[in-house]
């Protein structure tokens, strides 16, 4: 039962039941169609064989005597007789018994010209017989093959009596009469009709065979890819479906393929960015144990007590940064949805951070000036701030002395520009793309060393800077001269409402 159930939710099943329900439709306007335009061509030929055979046997003058002598032959199964006008009424000359068939009233509508076809069943065998009845003037066309002038509707005119009216006394025109049996027809029409009967539902078998054969070939790719899907764990995101043609079915499997790839790759810096975080947090952590650890053993003077706390201090500061910077962009991961949006003047929030961070510049023996024109952008004031200390702290980290920064902001058409340029150690080219990345650090022996903060080096900053930029729908670059110093630029969009 929960087979069938399945079975009839599967595509496979409702795309061969429309076309068999359409399959169905047609056939059966086709079967029908047939049948009634053969039983109306058949028919039609009936009548039209009738009429001829009338229209011959109205040219001969000697029927009536021939019928009334009973010489008359008629072809086998056939009809013909003459119907005379008596005192009595009509009476019937004919091949066979037609008195109890044949209405009288067909008899009267012939005699009053207008032929009548009709069909009633025969006397002696009881099976329908087609019957033709027309006026019978012999005399009327002589010779000629052409029918009789008929008279027009409702008026009756007077007919010269011909040799089978002289056999009998007439009081009108008389009629003649053939008819055929239509059993040929029918047992004709009974054959198509059951045929139709056993070749429908067949045929429709044999295409619902077929059609769920060959939904099941074009749906075959769909199956695999189940299967594929079904095999894939979260720990194993390597499998991928066969892709073997290019019509929609193998575009959707490259489609899967290529989402597979996306969220292996996702998968992967997710791992590595567990792996990365744990180990950062390990060497601060590892520090400060072995220091406690060792600041515990024996009693010691109270200035190696203030050295030990003062290094675990540094690393608690470090881990703390760390921390901070992992929670910042798990809170950037989760999306927009979380920012504080108000308008921002870049302006001012530049000219602000760069006041702040002027002593920090000058310890280390840096110039640094900030260059604005007004310039609002709709923004989260908060995050906004943390990318422009992040690029200046790293200018200033990455400087040496004597050396300068430089903050701009600019104002583009639709965008706002900042830039924190330094004439410091510079990035490599093949660094220019992986800095961005999360705990990406290029050669720390770079650095300013000595004069660096204790807190560098987290690795953590412009993936969060970028992360920052990126969620207020601008970007952010870099360009850089090994040695001769960087310049990050972030465009961030400008709204007409900011
Ligand atoms: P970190 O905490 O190591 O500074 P960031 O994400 O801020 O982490 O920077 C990543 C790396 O990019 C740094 O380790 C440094 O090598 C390089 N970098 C960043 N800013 C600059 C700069 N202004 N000049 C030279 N190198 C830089």
Redesign the pocket.
Known sequence: MAIFVIFFRSIRARFTGWYLVVLAVLLLAMALGTYAYLRHALYANLDRALARQAQELSRRADLGVQLSESRYRAPLGEVVGVYLATEEGYTAIATRSIEDSIDVAWVERAAAGSPVYATASDESSGQPVRYYLSLYEPDAVPGSGNPPPSPRPGERQPQPLGPAQQMVHTEGPAVLVVGRPMDVISSSLGALGWTLVIAVPLTLLLSAGGGLFLVRRALHPVDRMIETARGIEETDLGKRVDVQSTDELGRLGETFNAMLDRLERAFRRQRQFTNDASHELRSPLSVIEAEATLALRRERPAEEYRASLETIAEEAGAMNQLVDGLLALARGDAGPEKMLIEPVDLAALTEEIVAAMTPLAQDTGLAIDAETVPCTVSGDRVRLRRLLV?LIE??I??TDTGGAVAVSVERGSHEALIRVT?T????APEHHQS?FERF???D?ARSRGSSAPAT????????ICRQIVELHGGTLSVESVLGEG?TFTVRIPVSDAA
């Open positions: 992040n790293n200018a980290r990455y330094d410091g150690i510079g990035i800095i990406a650090r290029v720390t560098s080096g987290s690795g953590l900053g412009l993936a960087s």
